[in-house]
């Protein structure tokens, strides 16, 4: 709150200069409020102004060290936006699009051929049928319907979808090859006070027991764990026991992806109709899941904006 205070004078500032379309000015002032604010908790804030520091210093045609500036604050909004998708949907499809990462290349295979082969997807009634059974559990708070949920919705993004067996197991596994995300859902809970310490110890153990299962030694490097959850904080005894994998999630999150989900696919049915196969199937795949951020690696940006224990 402190920094926050610091920087208002000058947020103030930038605007006026802004809404007088002195544009330079306006830049050198979002540089100011970035000056105030330091550290990792305020990293999705300092994104939206150096993003908007960025656009100022790139109308400020002509302006000394005008367009350096653009380009520098720009950088700094890629590096501060990791962990959302804003800034990504902004900046649009001006550069070539990346090759995809080894997990996403994991997923468009599996959607494709779940798109061609699964008998619950396979034509568009029964897909309907699914990703609407999907949406209505998503909303549900009732948690062995959003526990179904959860699990279509992985398969939906390509993984391997499931819960596991036993007392105290993850509510949702999604494994892909190289990388793999438990879900624990607390759809249930109100959203006052904060997630315990009994829910972040149960969430803590759930990569190592898929270990167990796929008689592994040990999950994917960059593997994560979810807790989903309405309370948007987690209590003080809980914080220093959580481990560096685990994140705080809202439903509305995992709706949104879900959401997304539903509409690649529907991309994907009117893009590719039957007998469309190889590589033109897998195109339209990659296609449809990255312009609808789908993919595995867009998804675990959206949902690790907040570490539990940071």
């Known amino acids: 709150m402190g920094k926050l205070a610091a920087s208002a004078e000058h947020e103030v500032m930038a605007w006026q200069a802004a809404w007088l379309e002195d544009w330079d000015t306006a830049s050198r002032g979002a540089v100011q409020v970035l000056d105030l604010l330091p550290g990792d908790e305020l990293r999705p804030y300092q994104a939206m102004w150096a993003y908007l520091g960025s656009v100022w ?6 302006a ?11 950088e700094r909004a890629r590096k501060a936006a990791i962990g959302t998708t804003w800034l990504r949907e902004l900046e649009g499809h001006a550069e070539a699009e990346p090759e995809l990462s080894t997990v996403d290349t994991e997923a468009v ?24 059974e999907m949406l209505a559990n998503l909303r549900e708070q009732y948690s062995v319907k959003y526990e179904a949920g959860l699990v279509s919705l992985g398969e939906l993004l390509g993984a391997r979808s499931f819960k596991p067996l036993g007392q105290g197991r993850t509510d949702a596994a999604w494994l892909w090859p190289s990388c793999w995300i438990t879900v624990e859902a ?4 109100k959203s006052e006070g904060g997630v315990s310490l009994k829910y972040i110890r149960q969430s803590n153990s759930q990569l190592r027991q898929l270990a167990g299962d796929e008689r592994v030694d040990e999950p994917p490097s ?7 959850s309405r309370r948007w ?10 481990e560096h994998h685990l994140y705080l999630v809202s439903p509305d999150t995992i709706l949104a992806i879900a959401v997304r989900t539903a509409q690649a696919w529907t991309q994907i049915r009117n893009a590719a109709p039957a007998g469309v196969e190889g590589e033109d199937l897998l195109a339209v795949v990659a296609e449809a899941l990255r312009t609808s951020l789908v993919l595995p690696s867009y998804v675990t940006e959206a949902v ?7």
């Open 57 to 62: 210093a790139r109308l400020a045609t002509g």
């Open 186 to 189: 607390k759809s249930e809970q």
């Open 222 to 228: 960059g593997s994560i764990s979810l807790v989903v």
């Open 109 to 132: 295979a599996a959607v494709a051929e779940a798109y061609r082969s699964s008998p619950k997807l396979k034509t568009a009634a029964k897909l309907d049928l699914f990703v609407n």
């Open 233 to 242: 904080m987690v209590s003080d005894l809980a914080v220093p026991a959580a």
């Open 304 to 310: 690790t904006a907040d570490p539990i224990h940071p």
């Open 64 to 74: 000394p060290g005008a367009a350096a500036r653009a380009e520098q604050l720009l």
